[in-house]
Protein backbone atom coordinates (compact mmCIF):
# COMPACT_ATOMS: atom_id res chain seq x y z
CA UNK A 1 0.00 0.00 0.00
CA UNK A 2 0.78 3.93 -0.89
CA UNK A 3 2.46 5.52 2.21
CA UNK A 4 -0.45 7.60 3.69
CA UNK A 5 1.02 9.49 6.02
CA UNK A 6 1.40 13.60 6.24
CA UNK A 7 3.75 15.07 4.41
CA UNK A 8 6.90 16.12 5.92
CA UNK A 9 7.25 19.68 7.72
CA UNK A 10 8.28 22.74 5.40
CA UNK A 11 12.66 21.98 4.19
CA UNK A 12 15.21 23.87 6.16
CA UNK A 13 16.59 24.83 3.81
CA UNK A 14 16.92 24.58 -0.07
CA UNK A 15 19.45 25.79 -2.92
CA UNK A 16 19.22 29.48 -3.61
CA UNK A 17 18.39 30.17 -6.28
CA UNK A 18 16.91 27.13 -7.93
CA UNK A 19 16.41 26.57 -11.48
CA UNK A 20 13.36 23.95 -11.68
CA UNK A 21 13.32 22.66 -15.22
CA UNK A 22 10.58 19.74 -16.79
CA UNK A 23 11.93 17.42 -18.94
CA UNK A 24 11.23 18.14 -22.67
CA UNK A 25 8.22 15.85 -24.63
CA UNK A 26 9.32 11.65 -25.39
CA UNK A 27 7.66 9.34 -27.60
CA UNK A 28 5.87 7.66 -24.73
CA UNK A 29 3.71 11.60 -24.46
CA UNK A 30 3.60 11.51 -27.63
CA UNK A 31 1.30 8.00 -27.39
CA UNK A 32 -0.01 8.55 -24.57
CA UNK A 33 1.99 6.21 -22.58
CA UNK A 34 2.28 5.89 -18.82
CA UNK A 35 6.70 6.53 -18.41
CA UNK A 36 7.00 6.06 -15.11
CA UNK A 37 10.62 5.21 -14.42
CA UNK A 38 11.24 2.21 -15.39
CA UNK A 39 10.59 2.76 -19.09
CA UNK A 40 12.99 3.59 -21.98
CA UNK A 41 11.35 6.86 -23.15
CA UNK A 42 13.40 9.20 -25.43
CA UNK A 43 12.49 12.49 -26.91
CA UNK A 44 10.76 13.61 -30.05
CA UNK A 45 12.11 15.56 -32.51
CA UNK A 46 9.86 18.50 -30.87
CA UNK A 47 11.20 17.57 -27.49
CA UNK A 48 14.26 18.04 -28.49
CA UNK A 49 13.57 21.59 -29.95
CA UNK A 50 12.33 22.39 -26.62
CA UNK A 51 15.34 21.27 -25.04
CA UNK A 52 17.49 23.70 -26.99
CA UNK A 53 15.02 26.30 -26.29
CA UNK A 54 15.80 25.59 -22.35
CA UNK A 55 19.26 25.37 -23.16
CA UNK A 56 19.32 28.67 -25.15
CA UNK A 57 16.76 30.74 -22.49
CA UNK A 58 18.98 29.31 -19.35
CA UNK A 59 22.31 30.20 -21.42
CA UNK A 60 20.97 34.14 -22.21
CA UNK A 61 19.67 33.87 -18.54
CA UNK A 62 23.27 33.28 -16.80
CA UNK A 63 25.16 36.10 -19.19
CA UNK A 64 22.45 38.34 -18.64
CA UNK A 65 22.57 38.77 -14.66
CA UNK A 66 25.82 37.74 -14.31
CA UNK A 67 25.13 35.02 -12.48
CA UNK A 68 27.61 31.58 -12.59
CA UNK A 69 26.05 28.47 -13.87
CA UNK A 70 25.31 26.61 -11.03
CA UNK A 71 25.69 22.65 -9.92
CA UNK A 72 23.05 20.83 -12.55
CA UNK A 73 21.01 18.37 -10.93
CA UNK A 74 19.18 15.58 -13.07
CA UNK A 75 16.43 12.99 -12.34
CA UNK A 76 18.25 9.58 -13.53
CA UNK A 77 15.41 9.19 -16.52
CA UNK A 78 16.94 8.94 -19.85
CA UNK A 79 14.24 11.64 -20.45
CA UNK A 80 15.37 14.03 -18.21
CA UNK A 81 19.30 13.21 -18.97
CA UNK A 82 18.98 13.73 -22.62
CA UNK A 83 16.96 16.71 -21.91
CA UNK A 84 19.85 18.10 -19.26
CA UNK A 85 22.64 16.61 -21.57
CA UNK A 86 21.06 19.61 -24.31
CA UNK A 87 21.01 21.85 -21.66
CA UNK A 88 24.76 21.27 -20.26
CA UNK A 89 26.17 21.89 -24.09
CA UNK A 90 24.50 25.45 -24.30
CA UNK A 91 25.68 26.49 -20.37
CA UNK A 92 29.57 24.90 -21.44
CA UNK A 93 29.37 22.33 -19.04
CA UNK A 94 29.72 18.38 -19.34
CA UNK A 95 27.41 15.98 -19.16
CA UNK A 96 29.75 13.87 -16.67
CA UNK A 97 29.33 16.87 -14.39
CA UNK A 98 25.71 16.63 -13.85
CA UNK A 99 24.45 14.89 -10.83
CA UNK A 100 22.13 12.20 -11.35
CA UNK A 101 19.68 11.70 -8.24
CA UNK A 102 17.13 9.60 -7.85
CA UNK A 103 15.17 11.48 -5.42
CA UNK A 104 14.57 13.83 -8.26
CA UNK A 105 12.78 10.88 -10.32
CA UNK A 106 9.10 11.35 -11.41
CA UNK A 107 6.18 9.56 -9.30
CA UNK A 108 6.06 5.55 -9.27
CA UNK A 109 3.09 4.81 -11.15
CA UNK A 110 3.17 0.59 -10.18
CA UNK A 111 1.23 -1.28 -12.66
CA UNK A 112 0.21 1.57 -14.63
CA UNK A 113 4.35 1.61 -16.23
CA UNK A 114 4.42 1.64 -19.78
CA UNK A 115 0.89 1.45 -20.76
CA UNK A 116 -1.47 3.33 -22.71
CA UNK A 117 -3.53 5.67 -20.83
CA UNK A 118 -6.92 4.89 -22.70
CA UNK A 119 -6.58 1.11 -21.74
CA UNK A 120 -5.60 1.45 -18.27
CA UNK A 121 -8.82 3.90 -18.08
CA UNK A 122 -11.11 1.38 -19.76
CA UNK A 123 -10.03 -1.48 -17.28
CA UNK A 124 -9.21 0.51 -13.73
CA UNK A 125 -11.81 3.57 -14.43
CA UNK A 126 -10.78 7.08 -14.53
CA UNK A 127 -7.37 7.88 -12.82
CA UNK A 128 -6.98 11.54 -13.27
CA UNK A 129 -8.21 14.37 -11.17
CA UNK A 130 -8.82 17.36 -13.93
CA UNK A 131 -9.46 19.79 -11.62
CA UNK A 132 -5.94 19.26 -9.99
CA UNK A 133 -4.53 17.81 -13.39
CA UNK A 134 -3.01 14.62 -10.92
CA UNK A 135 -3.68 10.92 -10.26
CA UNK A 136 -6.31 9.89 -8.18
CA UNK A 137 -4.83 7.91 -5.47
CA UNK A 138 -3.49 5.69 -4.47
CA UNK A 139 -1.58 4.21 -7.45
CA UNK A 140 -1.44 0.21 -7.61
CA UNK A 141 2.25 -0.33 -6.47
CA UNK A 142 2.80 3.12 -6.64
CA UNK A 143 3.62 6.21 -4.56
CA UNK A 144 1.52 8.58 -2.77
CA UNK A 145 2.39 12.26 -2.62
CA UNK A 146 3.97 12.13 0.66
CA UNK A 147 6.08 9.69 -0.48
CA UNK A 148 7.58 12.07 -2.93
CA UNK A 149 7.93 14.92 -0.58
CA UNK A 150 9.60 13.05 1.85
CA UNK A 151 12.13 12.28 -0.98
CA UNK A 152 12.78 15.58 -1.88
CA UNK A 153 12.99 16.62 1.53
CA UNK A 154 16.63 14.43 2.04
CA UNK A 155 17.48 16.07 -1.17
CA UNK A 156 17.27 18.91 0.01
CA UNK A 157 18.87 18.40 3.22
CA UNK A 158 22.01 17.17 1.05
CA UNK A 159 22.09 19.62 -1.31
CA UNK A 160 21.99 22.24 0.72
CA UNK A 161 21.99 26.13 -0.11
CA UNK A 162 23.97 26.46 -2.99
CA UNK A 163 22.45 27.41 -6.42
CA UNK A 164 21.52 24.85 -8.04
CA UNK A 165 19.84 23.77 -11.57
CA UNK A 166 17.88 20.76 -11.75
CA UNK A 167 15.83 18.69 -14.50
CA UNK A 168 13.11 16.71 -13.16
CA UNK A 169 9.72 15.80 -13.70
CA UNK A 170 6.22 17.38 -14.15
CA UNK A 171 4.80 15.73 -10.76
CA UNK A 172 7.59 15.85 -8.78
CA UNK A 173 8.64 19.46 -9.59
CA UNK A 174 4.92 20.42 -8.38
CA UNK A 175 5.57 18.62 -5.29
CA UNK A 176 8.94 20.30 -5.19
CA UNK A 177 7.69 23.87 -5.77
CA UNK A 178 4.52 23.06 -3.37
CA UNK A 179 6.98 22.20 -0.79
CA UNK A 180 9.13 25.78 -1.60
CA UNK A 181 6.62 28.02 -2.12
CA UNK A 182 3.33 26.49 -1.46
CA UNK A 183 0.55 24.84 -3.82
CA UNK A 184 -3.26 23.83 -2.87
CA UNK A 185 -3.54 21.06 -0.75
CA UNK A 186 -4.25 17.45 -2.28
CA UNK A 187 -4.14 14.39 -0.14
CA UNK A 188 -2.43 15.88 2.28
CA UNK A 189 0.14 17.80 0.25
CA UNK A 190 0.89 21.23 -0.99
CA UNK A 191 1.58 21.12 -5.06
CA UNK A 192 1.92 23.88 -6.83
CA UNK A 193 -0.03 24.61 -10.24
CA UNK A 194 0.95 22.44 -13.20
CA UNK A 195 4.01 24.17 -15.92
CA UNK A 196 4.20 22.48 -19.15
CA UNK A 197 6.98 20.49 -20.64
CA UNK A 198 10.08 22.12 -21.42
CA UNK A 199 9.03 25.27 -18.67
CA UNK A 200 12.02 26.82 -16.18
CA UNK A 201 10.92 28.36 -13.31
CA UNK A 202 13.32 30.19 -10.53
CA UNK A 203 12.87 29.95 -7.29
CA UNK A 204 14.26 32.06 -4.40
CA UNK A 205 13.19 33.02 -1.17
CA UNK A 206 9.61 31.35 -1.05
CA UNK A 207 8.84 32.89 -4.65
CA UNK A 208 8.81 31.65 -7.93
CA UNK A 209 9.34 33.62 -11.32
CA UNK A 210 9.14 31.80 -14.57
CA UNK A 211 12.15 31.84 -16.70
CA UNK A 212 10.75 29.77 -19.73
CA UNK A 213 7.16 29.16 -20.41
CA UNK A 214 7.25 25.42 -22.39
CA UNK A 215 5.28 24.58 -25.37
CA UNK A 216 5.28 20.88 -24.32
CA UNK A 217 2.08 18.96 -22.73
CA UNK A 218 1.07 20.04 -19.39
CA UNK A 219 -1.05 18.05 -16.82
CA UNK A 220 -0.44 13.66 -15.62
CA UNK A 221 -0.69 12.36 -18.72
CA UNK A 222 3.11 13.78 -19.23
CA UNK A 223 4.15 11.51 -16.29
Excluded at 31 to 38: I, L, P, T
Excluded at 47 to 70: K, N, T, Y
Excluded at 194 to 220: A, K, M
Aim: proline share 8%.
Amino acid sequence: MPNLASPPSAPPSAPSPLYLARHAETVFNRARRMQGNDAHTPLTRDGIAQAEAMGAALARHFRDSGEPVPQIWASPAGRTLQTAAIIAEHLDRAFFDIRPDSRLREIEVGRWTGRDYAEIISSEGEILDMEHKLFRMPIPEGEHYSDIARRLRDWLADAGTAPALVISHGITARVLRGMLVGGREFHGVPIAADLSQGSICRIDSGFERITLQGTGVSGPRAA
